[in-house]
């Protein structure tokens, strides 16, 4: 069974810096994409980063997260992450992992996705 774990969320204030954890269990994530989205309390889920499998080595972030926001993927223990950095107030929402292909997941608006996370919550204030 295909499964996504996220972890890492909590309270941080702005200008500092969290890192979310995505663990997979039941395939590898070397063969997928893996995406990060976020979704605010009234407002539509985004996309903020994402990686493509590790042959192809392709990355997408959204404009808003571009030079602050980093997706990586560690193979030794299956997991992506997404280093936040300089974190604002409108950082704050729900955080979500997902996997898939890279087109279907990366490009796609709506996102296709295999398998999604159950979300942490990270929340970003003073």
């Known amino acids: 069974q295909l499964q996504l774990v996220e972890s890492g969320g909590g309270l941080v204030q702005p200008g500092g810096s969290l890192r979310l954890s995505c663990e997979a269990s039941?395939?590898?994530?070397?063969?997928?994409?893996i995406g990060w989205f976020r979704q605010a309390p009234g407002k539509e889920r985004e996309g903020v980063g994402c990686?493509?499998?590790?042959?192809?080595?392709?990355?997408y972030y959204a404009d808003s997260v571009k030079g602050r926001f980093f997706v990586f993927r560690d193979n030794t223990d299956n997991t992506v992450y997404l280093q936040m950095n300089n974190m604002k107030m409108e950082d704050t929402a729900i955080y979500y992992c997902?996997?898939?292909?890279?087109?279907?997941?990366?490009?796609?608006?709506?996102?296709?996705?295999?398998?999604w996370g159950q979300g942490t919550q990270v929340t970003v204030s003073s």
């Open positions: 997902a996997a898939g292909g890279f087109k279907g997941l990366c490009v796609s608006k709506p996102p296709v996705a295999d398998v």
């Open positions: 039941g395939f590898t994530t070397d063969y997928y994409a």
């Open positions: 990686i493509s499998d590790r042959d192809n080595s392709r990355n």
